[in-house]
Nanobody, 119 residues
Framework: QVQLLESGGGLVQPGGSLRLSCAVS????????IGWFRQAPGKEREGVSC????????WYEDSAKGRFTISRDNATNTAYLQMNSLEPEDTAIYYC????????????WGKGTLVTVSS
Protein backbone atom coordinates (compact mmCIF):
# COMPACT_ATOMS: atom_id res chain seq x y z
CA GLN A 1 0.00 0.00 0.00
CA VAL A 2 1.49 3.29 -1.12
CA GLN A 3 1.00 6.23 1.18
CA LEU A 4 2.23 9.80 1.08
CA LEU A 5 1.59 11.74 4.27
CA GLU A 6 2.13 15.48 4.36
CA SER A 7 2.80 17.35 7.57
CA GLY A 8 4.07 20.71 8.71
CA GLY A 9 1.24 22.92 7.56
CA GLY A 10 -0.44 25.43 9.79
CA LEU A 11 -0.97 29.11 10.41
CA VAL A 12 1.96 31.44 9.84
CA GLN A 13 2.30 35.21 9.64
CA PRO A 14 3.35 36.93 6.43
CA GLY A 15 7.12 36.78 6.09
CA GLY A 16 7.32 33.62 8.15
CA SER A 17 8.54 30.16 7.24
CA LEU A 18 7.24 26.63 7.22
CA ARG A 19 8.82 23.31 6.36
CA LEU A 20 6.49 20.76 4.86
CA SER A 21 7.37 17.08 5.06
CA CYS A 22 6.15 14.19 2.94
CA ALA A 23 6.63 10.76 4.48
CA VAL A 24 6.46 8.09 1.80
CA SER A 25 5.76 4.41 2.34
CA UNK A 26 5.10 1.49 0.04
CA UNK A 27 7.60 2.66 -2.57
CA UNK A 28 11.30 3.41 -2.55
CA UNK A 29 11.61 7.15 -2.86
CA UNK A 30 14.92 7.12 -4.71
CA UNK A 31 13.17 5.74 -7.79
CA UNK A 32 10.56 8.51 -7.96
CA UNK A 33 10.48 12.20 -8.57
CA ILE A 34 8.64 14.23 -5.95
CA GLY A 35 6.39 17.14 -6.73
CA TRP A 36 4.65 19.65 -4.52
CA PHE A 37 1.34 21.09 -5.65
CA ARG A 38 -1.13 23.47 -4.11
CA GLN A 39 -4.75 24.42 -4.49
CA ALA A 40 -5.97 27.76 -3.22
CA PRO A 41 -9.65 28.51 -2.58
CA GLY A 42 -11.49 29.00 -5.85
CA LYS A 43 -8.48 28.13 -7.97
CA GLU A 44 -7.20 25.10 -9.83
CA ARG A 45 -4.40 22.95 -8.52
CA GLU A 46 -0.99 24.15 -9.65
CA GLY A 47 2.50 22.78 -9.51
CA VAL A 48 4.81 24.47 -7.02
CA SER A 49 8.03 22.49 -7.28
CA CYS A 50 9.46 19.21 -8.47
CA UNK A 51 12.70 17.32 -7.95
CA UNK A 52 13.60 14.75 -10.58
CA UNK A 53 14.56 11.14 -10.01
CA UNK A 54 17.43 10.85 -12.46
CA UNK A 55 19.61 13.94 -12.14
CA UNK A 56 18.15 15.67 -9.09
CA UNK A 57 17.24 18.74 -11.07
CA UNK A 58 14.58 20.99 -9.61
CA TRP A 59 11.79 23.11 -10.96
CA TYR A 60 9.89 25.91 -9.25
CA GLU A 61 6.81 27.87 -10.13
CA ASP A 62 7.77 31.47 -10.77
CA SER A 63 6.31 32.87 -7.57
CA ALA A 64 8.17 30.25 -5.52
CA LYS A 65 11.62 30.88 -6.97
CA GLY A 66 14.02 32.22 -4.38
CA ARG A 67 11.60 31.51 -1.54
CA PHE A 68 10.92 27.75 -1.66
CA THR A 69 13.40 24.87 -1.65
CA ILE A 70 12.53 21.27 -2.46
CA SER A 71 14.67 18.44 -1.13
CA ARG A 72 14.60 14.74 -0.46
CA ASP A 73 16.15 12.26 1.96
CA ASN A 74 16.12 8.88 0.29
CA ALA A 75 17.44 7.17 3.41
CA THR A 76 14.27 8.05 5.30
CA ASN A 77 11.89 8.06 2.33
CA THR A 78 10.97 11.65 3.08
CA ALA A 79 10.66 14.73 0.90
CA TYR A 80 10.53 18.34 2.04
CA LEU A 81 9.44 21.76 0.92
CA GLN A 82 11.05 24.63 2.80
CA MET A 83 8.95 27.75 2.40
CA ASN A 84 10.36 31.13 3.38
CA SER A 85 9.06 34.68 3.10
CA LEU A 86 5.52 33.40 2.96
CA GLU A 87 2.81 35.61 1.56
CA PRO A 88 -0.97 35.50 1.93
CA GLU A 89 -1.13 34.36 -1.69
CA ASP A 90 0.65 31.17 -0.64
CA THR A 91 -2.40 30.10 1.35
CA ALA A 92 -3.54 26.76 -0.03
CA ILE A 93 -3.75 23.06 0.57
CA TYR A 94 -0.35 21.63 -0.31
CA TYR A 95 -0.01 18.14 -1.76
CA CYS A 96 3.02 16.00 -2.32
CA UNK A 97 3.10 13.47 -5.13
CA UNK A 98 5.48 10.79 -6.38
CA UNK A 99 6.12 9.90 -9.99
CA UNK A 100 7.93 11.94 -12.60
CA UNK A 101 8.61 15.57 -13.34
CA UNK A 102 8.39 14.77 -17.03
CA UNK A 103 5.36 14.19 -19.21
CA UNK A 104 4.52 10.97 -17.37
CA UNK A 105 3.19 12.93 -14.44
CA UNK A 106 2.58 11.75 -10.93
CA UNK A 107 1.44 8.29 -9.87
CA UNK A 108 0.75 8.69 -6.16
CA TRP A 109 -0.69 11.57 -4.17
CA GLY A 110 -0.98 12.56 -0.57
CA LYS A 111 -4.10 13.94 1.07
CA GLY A 112 -2.70 17.42 1.57
CA THR A 113 -1.83 19.76 4.40
CA LEU A 114 -3.28 23.22 4.87
CA VAL A 115 -1.02 26.26 4.89
CA THR A 116 -2.59 29.54 5.96
CA VAL A 117 -0.58 32.76 5.75
CA SER A 118 -2.36 35.51 7.63
CA SER A 119 -1.92 38.12 10.31
Amino acid sequence: QVQLLESGGGLVQPGGSLRLSCAVSGITLQYYAIGWFRQAPGKEREGVSCISVFDGSTWYEDSAKGRFTISRDNATNTAYLQMNSLEPEDTAIYYCAAGGCDLGGMDYWGKGTLVTVSS
